[in-house]
């Protein structure tokens, strides 16, 4: 299982929590850039191949979790979140592909 820290995202145009963050990328340990789409990173967590994290400026590490929104709905967000995805919504902006 590979460790992957989440450095950027990609925001969604809606307000429910499960449609603020479309995807996350970061840069692997050779210094490449990857960027998931939040399904596959749902899928890749829910068969064990990632664990996702988050580091702050302040020293603290927040793993990704799946959660299920009141609608039914998967999505991504910290360990330290409430519903809503805030840690991840506080990341800058993925660049384009």
Known sequence: M?????TCIVKGDGQLAHERVKSIGGVDAEGKRWKLSVEEAIAGISVGKWRFYTYTGGGFSFWLVVAVSSQGYKYLKTDHDGEQPINLLSLRSCPPD
Do not use: G, N, P
């Not at 590979?2 to 989440?6: A, F, H, I, M, T």
């Open 2 to 6: 590979d460790d992957l820290r989440v």
